[in-house]
T-cell receptor, first 113, second 112 residues
Framework: NAGVTQTPKFQVLKTGQSMTLQCAQD?????MSWYRQDPGMGLRLIHYSVGAGITDQGEVPNGYNVSRSTTEDFPLRLLSAAPSQTSVYFC????????????FGQGTRLTVV | RKEVEQDPGPFNVPEGATVAFNCTYSNSASQSFFWYRQDCRKEPKLLMSVYSSGNEDGRFTAQLNRASQYISLLIRDSKLSDSATYLC?????????????FGAGTRLAVHP
C-alpha cells in the first residue's frame, strides 16, 4: 500500500528559485494538509484542503501556494524560496470525521541557500 | 500563546520506569485529541486517540480533562523502543473540517 507519497525526499534551492513539492495519496481521503517542522517548533500547518477544489490557509501560509484539482494530489508551491523556508515538509491525509487518523508522507527536507 | 503546549523534555528514564507527559490546549472548541509518536527524522504516526473517559492501550494510558483543557499520556514499564518524541495533537474546527494542531513534542529517551 502506497499511502501518502511525497517527492522529492531532499531538495536544495537557491534563494529566489521556485519549486513544487508533490504529495499524492491513494486512500481516497477528503482531507489533505501540508505542515512544516522546524526544531523546537513542532509541526505548523501551512495549507489544508477539505476536498477537490477547496483549499484554505493554515498558521504559516505566506510564501506558499496550493491547489487541489483532484482528490489524490495536493502539491505545495514555493513561489520564491527564502532561507527561512529551510525546513522539513510533511504532507498528511485523513478521511472525513472528527476522530480519524492522519497519515503522513515521509517528508521532504528542503534547504534554501 | 501557543494553541497546544508541551514540556519539550527530554525525559531520560531507565527501562521499566513509568513516565507521564502533559499537554495543555487553549481553544475550548477543540473537538478531539490525539497522541502521535515521531521517531528521529521520520514522519509522525498515531499512537492513540484520547477520549473523555480516558483510555488505555497496553502500557499506554491517555487522559483528557476538558474543564482544565489538559491532556496526559502515561507510559508504564518503559522499553528502549519507546524512545521517541511524543506529539500532543488537537483537532480544532467546526463540524466538518478537522484542523489538526500539533504541540512541539516531548522527547523521551529510555536507557538500559
Amino acid at each position: 500500500n502506497a499511502g501518502v507519497t511525497q517527492t522529492p525526499k531532499f531538495q536544495v534551492l537557491k534563494t529566489g528559485q521556485s519549486m513544487t513539492l508533490q504529495c499524492a495519496q491513494d486512500m481516497n481521503h477528503e482531507y489533505m494538509s501540508w505542515y512544516r517542522q522546524d526544531p523546537g517548533m513542532g509541526l505548523r500547518l501551512i495549507h489544508y484542503s477539505v476536498g477537490a477544489g477547496i483549499t484554505d490557509q493554515g498558521e504559516v501560509p505566506n510564501g506558499y501556494n496550493v491547489s487541489r484539482s483532484t482528490t489524490e494530489d495536493f502539491p505545495l508551491r514555493l513561489l520564491s524560496a527564502a532561507p527561512s523556508q529551510t525546513s522539513v515538509y510533511f504532507c498528511a491525509s485523513r478521511p472525513h470525521g472528527t476522530n480519524t487518523e492522519a497519515f503522513f508522507g515521509q517528508g521532504t527536507r528542503l534547504t534554501v541557500v | 500563546r501557543k494553541e497546544v503546549e508541551q514540556d519539550p523534555g527530554p525525559f531520560n528514564v531507565p527501562e521499566g520506569a513509568t513516565v507521564a507527559f502533559n499537554c495543555t490546549y487553549s481553544n475550548s472548541a477543540s473537538q478531539s485529541f490525539f497522541w502521535y509518536r515521531q521517531d528521529c527524522r521520520k514522519e509522525p504516526k498515531l499512537l492513540m486517540s484520547v477520549y473523555s473517559s480516558g483510555n488505555e492501550d497496553g502500557r499506554f494510558t491517555a487522559q483528557l480533562n476538558r474543564a482544565s483543557q489538559y491532556i496526559s499520556l502515561l507510559i508504564r514499564d518503559s522499553k528502549l523502543s519507546d524512545s521517541a518524541t511524543y506529539l500532543c495533537v488537537v483537532n480544532i474546527g467546526p463540524g466538518g473540517y478537522n484542523k489538526l494542531i500539533f504541540g512541539a513534542g516531548t522527547r523521551l529517551a529510555v536507557h538500559p
